[in-house]
């Protein structure tokens, strides 16, 4: 039987590249792989459907899931993962704790982002900082013409206005004009501008303290499958399942060599250490069942942040094959 010539856009990441440099294979596949930033996949995935295997934002996808279903068919591998306590941003000057964001203006490039969803879900389960606390300004991060790519409905109370015509949030926050920020890359601002910080000073100590008290570890973008091509070849979710995982499996074995590190950064193997013995030996999981709890806790906001017309249940997020896998 012949391969599948199909094309494969995921980011650079140490848990990618297995796939990416042909050391795992997927099954009955011939990948074209690219690797590209998360907004050029996102943005050419859900405007013009143009990868065949791809990472896809898990906010976006589940949007188009309560809506019946998108071009793709979810696979629960979640290449990207994070902590979101150091996405927001705040005018130290005027802002010394969550609360104080009551009745501020905080800036965020869209409404919809994953990133976004979880910073709002920590600010109102943690702190009591509700969504229809905040007024919200919608712009870029570095430019001011940064649309929304899927449309959304606010839900009543939650207001939101645009950046005024050419100004960055990114540039509101430097001058003052907005209190706070939130977006998944820091703002586009030299390093040490006066009284732009994080809101949680020292965000790892925070997310570790979120970590031991909720479970959860932040799930951002998952993959998706063109829905067409697994119309025609149902075995495919599964092997790109499993290809995904084996590449993870690769990363992590990486890592752990401390012949020589992977990584251009001091003290690595001590710190995948530190995070097998604070979240466990599989602290970056794949699969349904070992992510319930997480995505669960994404849905349910999802839906109250006024984002999915209604409350999904995690098991439509991914095709049927990839709901369990084969043990020996």
């Not at 993959?223 to 979710?237: A, D, S």
């Not at 599964?238 to 690769?250: G, L, N, P, T, Y």
């Not at 999802?302 to 439509?316: F, I, T, W």
């Amino acid at each position: 039987m012949a391969k599948l010539n199909l094309s494969v856009a995921v980011g650079p990441y140490d848990r990618t590249r297995a796939l990416i440099d042909g050391t795992v294979k997927i099954d009955g596949v011939e990948p074209v792989c690219m690797t590209l930033p998360p907004e050029e996949i996102f943005f050419r995935a859900l405007r013009h459907t143009e990868f065949d295997i791809c990472e896809l934002s898990l906010s976006s996808f589940t949007l188009k899931t309560s809506q019946g279903g998108g071009p793709y068919v979810g696979v629960p591998c979640f290449v990207s993962r994070a902590f979101r306590h150091n996405a927001i941003w705040v005018r130290t000057d005027r802002i010394k704790k969550p609360q104080d964001l009551k009745g501020k203006k905080v800036g965020l490039p869209e409404w919809q982002l994953t990133a976004n969803v979880w910073a709002r879900a920590v600010l109102e389960d943690d702190f009591g900082v509700k969504s229809s606390d905040i007024q919200w300004v919608r712009g870029g991060i570095a430019s001011a013409d940064r649309p929304e790519k899927i449309k959304v409905s606010l839900p009543p109370g939650v207001q939101m206005e645009d950046a005024p015509a050419g100004k960055s949030i990114s540039a509101l926050l430097a001058e003052g004009a907005i209190d706070g920020f939130i977006a998944p890359r820091a703002p586009a601002l030299p390093r040490n501008t006066p009284n732009v910080g994080y809101l949680f000073p020292d965000p790892i100590v925070a997310a570790q303290d979120y970590f031991k008290r909720t479970g959860i570890f932040p799930i951002m973008h998952l993959v998706g499958v063109r829905r067409t091509i697994v119309e025609q070849h149902p075995w495919l979710p599964a092997a790109v399942f499993k290809a995904f995982s084996q590449a993870k499996d690769v990363a992590l074995e990486a890592l752990e060599d401390a012949s020589a590190s992977k990584v251009t950064l001091p003290f690595m193997e001590e710190r995948v250490a530190e995070a097998r013995a604070t979240m466990g030996d599989d602290f970056w999981s794949y699969g349904l069942e070992a992510n319930r709890k997480t995505l669960e806790n994404f849905l349910k906001h999802h839906h109250a942040q006024g984002l999915s017309s209604r409350l999904v249940k995690p098991e439509e997020l991914f095709h049927p094959g990839t709901h369990e896998q084969f043990k020996i």
